[in-house]
Structure formats: C-alpha cells, structure tokens
C-alpha cells in the first residue's frame, strides 16, 4: 500500500488544537480519513472544531471518543499525555494504533509502553511544526507540508503501526526521520526548547525594565517582535515540556550561558575583535542553514 491509498476508517484526536486540527484537516483534504472524532475538554473549542468542519462529531469523554478508533492521535500538552493514554487504552478496540506528537519523547514512552495491552499499538511521534496560535481557529491544512516529523520507535513498536503513522506523515506533507528518543530529546532541547526558554526570558526581563515610567516594549520593533514571537506560545505547553525534559533542557541551558557570559565579558572589556569573531562565528552557522 502506497502512501496515496492511505485511509483511516475513524480517526480520533484528542486536543483538537493547531496540531490535532491540522492533522485532521490535512488528512481530510487528501481524502485519507472517513470519520474524524473530537476530543477535548473545552466545550466551546470543540463546537468551533465541528462548525469549521475539522472534525465530525465531538465528545468530551476520552473513553467514549477513542472507543471505536482506528487511529487515535494524542495532541494534549505533554504532562496530559500519559494521564489520557491510561484512561483510553482499556477501551481501545483490537487493531487499533496509537500516536502522539508530544515534544518531548522518552518521558512520554516511559509512561504509556507500560500500559499497553496485546492489540493495541503505540508509535511515539514529535510533528516538528508549529506557530504561537493556539484553538481550533487556529489550525490550517498545510501546516506540515515541507517540515519534518520524527518518529521514535522502540523494540515494542509495531512494524505495521510504524509503517502505518509514518505513511500518514508523508501523506500530509512532512519527511519522517526516524531516531530513538533519547537523541530527539536532546536535539529537540537545543532547537526548540532552548529558543522558547531565551525568548520567555527576553520578554520578561525587558518588560521588568523600570528605569522609566512607561512600559519600553511599546517600542518595540520588527526585530525584537520576530525573535520573540515564539513567547506568545501556550504557557501550559512550555511549562510542561520545561518539566518533563529538564536534563537536556538544563544541558543546554548551561551552554548558553557559558556563550552568553564570553559575550557578555567581551561587551565590558570593550574587546572589539573578539566581538566581531563571536558575531562572524554565530553568522557563519546561521546562514549555512539557510
């Protein structure tokens, strides 16, 4: 089976938010699902879901939402995703596959492989996309074109459901990587996590900034509002991928403030030679991604 005759009898996600929703969407508009269920605890987001068409019925009970899946896609902050995992899996039919695309992975596995009966798959997945809205709303079908998902398997994964999740992936748009959990996490904590971490911090100290009376983020420009728009991000989120991925967070943490205190000491010495080495290095790296 190709990636083209992909389908999904009934598709269940629960969060139905940018990720879940996009998910949803894209997979609707490529004609790979039947019936897509709606699963959340907020009543007026999931009626927003069912009158933008992103899903087809709605519940506000896990149990009775994923009972009859053939998918179920976990897209809740990443301290809820165990705590839904343990409530659905029960219940959830024989032949049924289970994913997620929480941002951090090996705490996630650590709590969901345990409960796991023979018949129901699970197959850990960290979509790499995303923007600072959240909802319903704020979903959109292309949301994954181009990015890339990263699947992070373990000896217990099924190969079909593997296979299964990984086409859904490429159906929607995205390169699938596969790697185990521990690196993703570290990656994931310098690439992502990091950022969000120095962009919350940037905010909050220039907005404490009291030398004058008005507030000096108002004058705020292009420059400072394109680095810290990720600071308008889920607080819940953060908070929670902050908890549950603290060694690489804190590795990573440390690193750069070993980078920010060279900078800082340059700053003060007046070392301008030094300065233009720092900005070159930093501009060289940048722009080879590009």
């Keep these: 089976m190709t990636e083209n005759t992909l389908y999904i009898p009934r598709l269940a996600v ?4 940018l990720i879940g929703g996009s998910l949803a969407l894209a997979l609707r508009e490529a004609g790979a699902v039947g019936e897509v269920i709606g699963i959340g605890r907020g009543l007026a987001n999931l009626e927003k879901a069912l009158e933008l068409g992103i899903v087809d019925r709605i519940s506000q009970d896990p149990v009775e939402g994923t009972r009859d899946a053939d998918l179920v896609f976990l897209a809740t902050p990443v301290c809820k995703l165990g705590e839904v995992a343990a409530a659905i899996l029960p219940h959830l039919k024989a032949g049924a596959v289970l994913t997620d695309g929480g941002s951090v992975k090996a705490g996630v596995i650590a709590e969901i492989e345990p409960l796991l009966r023979p018949g129901v798959a699970f197959v850990p997945g ?3 996309a995303g923007t ?4 319903a709303e704020a979903a959109f079908t292309t949301l994954y074109r181009k990015r890339r998902c990263i699947l992070t398997p373990t000896a217990r994964t099924d190969a079909k459901a593997l296979d299964l999740v990984r086409r859904m992936w490429r159906l929607v748009g995205s390169e699938v990587v596969v790697m185990d959990a521990e690196k993703h996490d570290r990656i994931l904590a310098a690439i992502s996590h990091l950022p969000h971490m120095v962009a919350y911090s940037l905010v909050n100290a220039v907005g404490s900034y ?4 008005e507030n000096i983020l108002e004058y705020s420009a292009g420059g ?3 680095f810290t728009r990720i600071a308008s991000s889920d607080p819940t989120m953060w908070r929670d991928i902050a908890l549950t991925n603290r060694p690489a967070l804190i590795e990573m943490m440390e690193r750069f403030e070993r980078f ?3 900078l800082k000491e340059d700053v003060r010495q007046g070392e301008g030679e030094k300065l233009f080495e720092f900005f070159q290095r930093s501009k060289d790296l940048r722009d080879n991604i590009l």
């Design 224 to 226: 400072f509002r394109d």
């Design 260 to 262: 920010f205190a060279e």
């Design 14 to 17: 629960v969060g139905v938010g």
């Design 210 to 213: 009291d030398r004058y009376e």
């Design 126 to 128: 960290h979509p790499i």
């Design 132 to 135: 600072e809205q959240s909802g």
